[in-house]
Nanobody, 125 residues
Framework: QVQLVESGGGLAQAGGSLSLSCAAS????????MGWFRQALGKGREFVAG????????NYADSVKGRFTISRNIGANTVYLQMNNLKPEDTAVYYC??????????????????WGHGTQVIVSS
C-alpha cells in the first residue's frame, strides 16, 4: 500500500553532513508513523529516528540526539533525515519505514510494515 524510496546517501567526512530523503507513494504519509532505521555491516537493524503521523512528536536514538533531525513535507509526501556532525560509527545502510500502528512508540522495528530498500551512508574518519 505504501511504497518508499530512499535517496541522499553517499560518502561524507567525519564532522560533515548528509541529508536523506524518503519519497512515499501509494498513500499519504499523514496517516502513518514514519521512521528511519540503520544497519551496519554485521550488526542488527537499529532505530534512528521517528515521527508520529500527527507530525508533532519525534523520537531519536540516544546515539544521534542533537545531531540528526527527522522532518516531513506532507505536500511532497516525503520524510527527511538531516544528519550533522557525522561520525564513522554512523556508517550503515539507512532504511525508511512506515507504520499504520499510530499508537506505537516509533522505536520498534516490528511496528513498521512497509520498508524502503535502503541507502548507503559511509563516514570516513
Amino acid at each position: 500500500q505504501v511504497q518508499l524510496v530512499e535517496s541522499g546517501g553517499g560518502l561524507a567526512q567525519a564532522g560533515g553532513s548528509l541529508s536523506l530523503s524518503c519519497a512515499a507513494s501509494g498513500r499519504t504519509i499523514a496517516g502513518y508513523n514514519m521512521g528511519w532505521f540503520r544497519q551496519a555491516l554485521g550488526k542488527g537493524r537499529e532505530f534512528v529516528a521517528g515521527i508520529k503521523y500527527s507530525g508533532d512528536i519525534t523520537n531519536y536514538a540516544d546515539s544521534v540526539k542533537g545531531r540528526f533531525t527527522i522532518s516531513r513535507n506532507i505536500g511532497a509526501n516525503t520524510v527527511y533525515l538531516q544528519m550533522n556532525n557525522l561520525k564513522p560509527e554512523d556508517t550503515a545502510v539507512y532504511y525508511c519505514a512506515a507504520s499504520n500502528w499510530v499508537v506505537g512508540t516509533l522505536v520498534g522495528a516490528q511496528e513498521y510494515r512497509w520498508w524502503g530498500h535502503g541507502t548507503q551512508v559511509i563516514v570516513s574518519s
